[in-house]
Each structure stands twice: as structure tokens, then as C-alpha cells.
């Protein structure tokens, strides 16, 4: 989402220097591997504050605690979403925290707000702190979960920035993994019965400090991004974070062209805003409001960035809507109306379905860029809405005696777990791949936030909605979630085009502004031949081929 453009000119250049890419930069450079590292507490942070919830709910103590929000489906669809309103709010406020106060300090507010947050729920004796101690963390999850991954793209060279959104993505599921199998562990203590500990759920709850607080700490000893250093004016220093960064002299070709290619989007950016809307360049609060509000305004006005709005955002309703939050939030509770008995059954299966979704996701990060995303997409579509499907046929046949069809009840929690195998290879890597490289450089940012935003909204509305489904219409909640999975199928298969690989002229071809790109590609050239980016040209520039221009882009758009 961050640095970078199309920056052609020297990339040849770059990539030659640069050394290896993906998987193998990362650990070719102790550096880079160490920011590898930092960007996965982010990501575990974040699934692990998805998964955690659900396996709390089922516990009998904190049921015995908070039973008169538990036991209302209602009040505990609240309890649950309320959280995702609040990670609403933060995604819509990070964005100008971290312009404003930088991406480093944004994270160190946000985890202390998270932190506040958790802590309330933790020493919770009433429904009341469960609420405010869900909205208030939240808001510091909302935050994090763009302000971290903005600040890791930043600080990283481009040839490994692809691999961090695929560690970001694993590191994901496997928060999800572990707050399962934590639930598993913590309900033993004091037994799992009337006998309960408080502890059980207090401890599983306050464990999510650990890796925010070593997450806020480590921050503190990062440097600045050096995007946000080139954005307000403080050159030097971003030359002496890609230095070191890349452990290099700062007047290396390799630092210089790196700090060239973030010095050419920036002034891009400018001249962009300037030509939009010359009469709001003196830099008040009031017209930066208003250059903010009208790049939004933008994306509403001109068909074509209105059609890539609808597919960002349709595609994040629809990977809400498959409903994976659903079922991260109350498998306990569905695992048990399949017939498993007791809280300790209904959570090991849970806790199958973290395993499942990691080791699902693995292929996908790897594999996603030659398989393609509609493809991807539109088979991990149809494979829920077929889980949904049988697990709704077996609950309707045999909601009322699975005790006498044990077979059939373990059959539906097979395909549960069949369910978050194809949503842990399709919608969750590829929805936020697809939705990151469909917008012109120029309004990428604020394209990219209007999908996050939209998936958080839909995220809350499912966990609103859920419990109230699965106590008035039973087995109709999966066929609910099954038809939204195969229109989510259909939607990617008739209205989305395929991006692997397309350059940036090519993807305003298929999005109906031909020439969009090209005429911000001239301008973008024009900036980096002025600046002197292109005196590290490679002699052999004339020879670079179309597809290595395109495999550079599709680096560049991650």
C-alpha cells in the first residue's frame, strides 16, 4: 500500500542490486528478517483477538458471570460485535493519526489503547466492562490491523514486501490457531464444570498483553518510516533508516535509488493533489480536511474508480458474509448444536478448525500469484456454500436426535472444518490481495481504507446478527451463509476481472479508464528524471522486456 510507484526507470538497476526476493530476501538480511519478525506480532495480535472470544463464551464460569448477556441472543451478539465496531472506528481514525503523528507513535497509541481495553475485560465483573473493555480494544485492533502492516511496507525493501503481506496473512490464522487451543488449555482450570475458575477465561483474555506489549515496547526501538520521513521533509534521516536498513553506505546506488523512488511518489502525490485542487494548497487543517474529503468525493464521481469501489468493497461484503466470522466466534456453540456434548468436546473441535485454516492458508500465499485470484476465489466460494449446505441438511434431519446419529454429527463438523480449510486458501489471503492492487497510484490509499472499512462494518453486522440466526432459524442460518457464499462465487466469476500480473495501463483497460495510468506513468517519469532518478538507469534499459516491467509492477503494487 505504501512507498513505491511505478519507479521503472531504475528498476532494473534496483533489482539487480537488490539481491534475492521473497521468501530468500527475507532471510538474507538479518535486518529485514527482524522486520519479518515484527510485522508477524502484529498479525498474531490481530487473529488472536478474532479467536479468543469465542472460546470464552462457552466457558461455564464466565457464563456464570455474565449470564444475563450470554444467555440473550441479542445482548451476546452485542458482546461480540461490538468489538468490530470499534476496529471500525480505529481504521477510519489511523489514517490520520499516522500521517500525523507517524506510523511509529499511531502503533504505540494503539497499543496502549488496546491494552486499556483488555485490561477491563480482564478484572470484568459485569456485562457493562465486558462492552466498553470489547469497544475500547476494538479500536486499538482497527488501528493496529492497518497502521502495522502500513508501517512494515514502509520500512521494507520492495522485493520482499510481497512476502510480508504473506507472513501478515499466516501469522493471522495462526493467532487465530493458538487463542483456540489457549481456550482449550485455560478450561481445565478448576475444572470444566460448575467448579470453573474465573481464571479460566480472565487468563485467556489478559495472555493477549504479551504480544501487544512487546508489539508497543519493540516500536519504541524501530525507526521512523522512512516514507513518513520523506513526507515531512526530513530527508536525511530517511536516507540514514534505508542505510541502515540495508546495511549500506547511504551513498550507495542501492540506498540512493530506494530513497529517490520514495522521494519521486511523494512528490507525485503533491503535483497530483496540487493539479486536483490547486485553491487548497496552503497546508491549514481546514483544507487538508477538505483535500481528504474530496479524493473520497473522487472515488464516487468517475465511473470507472466507482466500479473498482464496488468490487473492493462487494468483495469484502462477500468474505464477510461467507460466514467465517460466524463461525470463529461461536464454534463451541455450533459445535455443540451438532451434537458435541460438553464445553470440553465443542472446543477441541474449535480448536480443529484454527489447525485447518492455518495449514489451508500456506499453499495459498505461496501459490496465489501463479494460480491467479479469480480462480482461487470463485472455487473457495463454492466449496463453502457446499459445506454450508450439507452441515444444514444434517441439522435439519437431525437437530432432535443427534444423539441417535453420532455418524451424522461428526459428518457436519467434518465439513465445518472443510469450510475454513477453503476460506483459509481463497477469501482470506485473496480477497485482500484483490482489493489492494485494483486502484490507480493516486487514490490507492484511500481505495484500500474504504474496502478495510467495509469489511469491518460487515464483520460487525455478523457477529451482531448471528446468535439471534442460530436461535430462530436453526439449520436456515447455514443455508443463509451458503447462498451469500455462491453469489459471492458468482459476483467474482461475472463482475470481478482477473489481476495476476497486470500492469498498472492494463488494469485501468480492463476497469474501463484506459489512459488514467498512462497519463499518471508520464507524469510519475517526468518526476524521477528531474530528481536525477534516472541516472542509475541500467545501459541496457532499452532492452528490458514488457514482462520484466510486469513482474517489477506486480512487486511495486504490493
Request: net charge neutral; hydrophobic share 50%.
Amino acid at each position: 500500500m505504501a512507498g513505491g510507484g511505478t519507479n521503472i526507470v531504475a528498476s532494473n538497476r534496483r533489482k539487480n542490486l537488490a539481491g534475492p526476493s521473497g521468501w530468500a530476501g527475507l532471510l538474507a538480511n538479518a535486518r529485514i528478517f527482524a522486520i519479518a519478525v515484527f510485522a508477524s506480532l502484529g498479525g498474531l495480535l490481530y487473529g488472536y483477538n478474532q479467536g479468543v472470544f469465542s472460546g470464552v463464551l462457552g466457558m461455564s464460569s464466565f457464563d456464570s458471570r455474565m449470564h444475563s448477556a450470554v444467555d440473550d441472543p441479542d445482548t451476546k451478539g452485542w458482546l461480540v460485535s461490538i468489538l468490530e465496531l470499534g476496529a471500525w472506528l480505529g481504521v477510519l481514525f489511523t489514517g490520520y493519526l499516522a500521517d500525523k503523528l507517524s506510523r511509529k507513535y499511531t502503533i504505540v497509541l494503539a497499543v496502549i489503547v488496546f491494552c486499556i481495553g483488555v485490561i477491563v475485560q480482564t478484572t470484568a465483573f459485569a456485562p457493562s466492562s465486558i462492552f466498553g473493555g470489547r469497544f475500547v480494544t476494538g479500536l486499538g485492533v482497527g488501528s493496529l490491523s492497518m497502521a502495522v502492516p502500513l508501517y512494515n511496507a514502509e520500512l521494507a525493501p520492495p522485493e520482499v514486501r510481497g512476502s510480508l503481506v504473506a507472513l501478515q496473512q499466516l501469522a493471522i490464522t495462526f493467532g487465530i490457531m493458538v487463542s483456540f487451543w489457549i481456550d482449550f488449555g485455560t478450561n481445565y482450570i478448576g475444572g470444566t464444570g460448575e467448579t470453573q475458575s474465573e481464571a479460566a477465561w480472565r487468563l485467556a483474555l489478559a495472555l493477549q498483553l504479551v504480544p501487544a506489549i512487546i508489539l508497543g515496547v519493540g516500536i519504541l526501538f524501530m525507526p521512523f518510516s522512512p516514507r513518513w520521513l520523506v513526507n515531512n521533509g526530513r530527508d536525511d534521516e530517511a536516507l540514514q533508516v534505508l542505510s541502515r536498513a540495508r546495511r549500506l553506505p547511504p551513498d550507495s546506488d542501492l540506498v540512493q535509488i530506494e530513497f529517490l523512488e520514495i522521494k519521486a511518489q511523494y512528490i507525485f502525490e503533491k503535483e497530483t493533489s496540487a493539479i486536483k485542487f490547486p485553491d487548497l494548497q496552503d497546508g491549514s487543517t481546514k483544507s487538508n480536511f477538505k483535500l481528504g474529503l474530496y479524493d473520497y468525493m473522487s472515488l464516487l464521481r468517475y465511473r470507472p474508480l466507482l466500479f473498482r469501489v464496488a468490487v473492493g468493497s462487494l468483495t469484502m461484503f462477500f468474505q464477510q458474509w461467507t460466514g467465517v466470522n460466524a463461525i470463529l466466534y461461536y464454534a463451541p456453540s455450533i459445535f455443540q448444536d451438532l451434537g458435541l456434548v460438553g464445553s470440553t468436546n465443542s472446543l477441541l473441535a474449535t480448536g480443529v478448525v484454527g489447525i485447518v485454516m492455518f495449514l489451508a492458508t500456506i499453499p495459498a500465499v505461496i501459490w496465489v500469484d501463479k494460480v491467479g485470484r479469480k480462480p482461487v476465489l470463485i472455487s473457495g466460494a463454492f466449496i463453502m456454500a457446499g459445506c454450508h449446505i450439507i452441515v444444514a441438511i444434517l441439522t435439519g434431519l437431525y437437530h432432535d436426535s443427534w444423539d441417535a446419529h453420532r455418524t451424522a454429527g461428526w459428518v457436519a463438523c467434518a465439513f465445518v472444518w472443510i469450510f475454513a480449510m477453503a476460506f483459509g486458501y481463497s477469501w482470506g489471503p485473496c480477497s485482500w490481495i484483490l482489493v489492494a492492487e485494483i486502484w490507480p497510484l493516486s487514490v490507492r490509499g484511500k481505495g484500500v481504507s474504504i474496502a478495510a472499512s467495509s469489511n469491518w462494518m460487515n464483520n460487525f453486522i455478523v457477529g451482531q446478527v448471528t446468535p439471534t440466526m442460530l436461535d430462530n432459524i436453526g439449520f436456515g442460518t447455514f443455508v443463509f451463509f451458503g447462498a451469500f457464499s455462491f453469489m459471492g462465487g458468482l459476483f467474482i466469476w461475472f463482475f470481478v476481472p482477473e489481476t495476476k500480473g497486470l500492469t498498472l495501463e492494463e488494469m485501468d483497460e480492463i476497469f474501463g479508464s484506459a489512459g488514467m495510468a498512462a497519463g499518471e506513468q508520464e507524469r510519475f517519469l517526468e518526476i524521477e528524471r528531474r530528481i536525477g532518478l534516472d541516472a542509475y538507469n541500467d545501459p541496457d534499459r532499452a532492452s528490458t522486456t514488457h514482462s520484466d516491467i510486469r513482474k517489477h509492477d506486480s512487486i511495486e503494487k504490493v
